[in-house]
């Protein structure tokens, strides 16, 4: 049975208290610790979605082993991150743009013949990612790209940071559309702004003539898809004798998907860095020479 402990005004004022100065003290700051346990602790799950329908027996399995692989605040900070993303939406409000939810991409003008490949989209977690660019602490002078880009959420964080050119590559023409509108009016300095381009092709035809350095990746493609794509940026640092970085994420889970696993046992790789912060789990690998 389904429990709904508190009004929607309160989980706002809760969670727009946890999310003060979020980037600066996610690690460091105790009161961020209690304001999230304070308030999960308030809930029962499995809780009621909008609709009314009591959560589905795969998400309290899936709930059931992440307790147990991780404990109860790894947990809980994933139905945090989700609960944002999807309703409270804070990131959109700061930056003044659109790119929470979930969207199905056969509902959009994407090649039908690819939709096996790439079948939704949904955004990274703003303030995990944000915070994981600030603790790899990459170059600045290096070229970004999201393969995959959706609305254009990550390319902003990454345009914040800094580095010097960043991409968005999306093959669903309304997906730019949006992107391209967000980068026109999100809080970003005009500079920041300039460096970004959302281009609409193929992830692979994009790959062919790049020289990008880092890669990001958001459980955008299928297992083959996502096979397919290594071996490319493997030899794009190959034939440009470079090192090329990959930031591989998705959704904290357990046991690790198929991706995270191949990965990890593509020799073509090494890790560099795995970590992960409100429900968002993030691999950091590298191939090619080092910097």
Known sequence: MGYCIL?????????????????????????????????????????????????SGSELRRLFQLSRRFGVFKTLSVCLGT??????????RRYRVRTSGHLELSKTSFD????????SYGAVNAWAFRNLLKELNLPKRLRFADLGCGLGRACILAAEYGFEKVT????????????????????????AVSSVSIVQADVLDYCEHTEDD???????????????????LAEIA???????TLIYTERLS????????????????RKIYETSML???????????QF
Not at 83 to 92: A, E, I, K, Q
Not at 174 to 186: D, G, K, T, Y
């Open 7 to 55: 009004s929607v005004r309160e989980i706002r004022r809760s969670l727009q208290e946890a999310f003060v100065d979020f980037d600066a003290s996610i690690h460091a700051s105790n009161s961020f610790s209690c304001h999230l346990i304070s308030f999960t602790s308030t809930l029962i799950i499995p809780a009621m979605d909008q609709s009314g329908d009591h959560a």
């Open 168 to 191: 968005g590559v999306e093959l669903a023409h309304e997906l730019c559309v949006v992107a391209r509108e967000n980068m026109s009016r999100c809080r970003l300095t005009p500079s």
């Open 214 to 232: 880092i890669f990001f990746i958001y459980r955008a493609f299928s297992l083959e898809f996502f096979r397919t794509v290594r071996k490319k």
């Open 83 to 92: 609960l944002d993303d999807r309703h409270l939406r804070s990131f959109d």
């Open 112 to 119: 039908s013949s690819k939709l096996r490949h790439a079948t």
């Open 238 to 244: 190959a034939y440009q004798n470079k090192s090329v």
């Open 279 to 289: 429900g968002q789990a993030f691999y950091v690998h590298q191939c090619g020479t």
């Open 254 to 269: 357990w046991p690790p998907s198929h991706e995270v696993r191949e990965l990890s046992d593509d020799h073509a790789f």
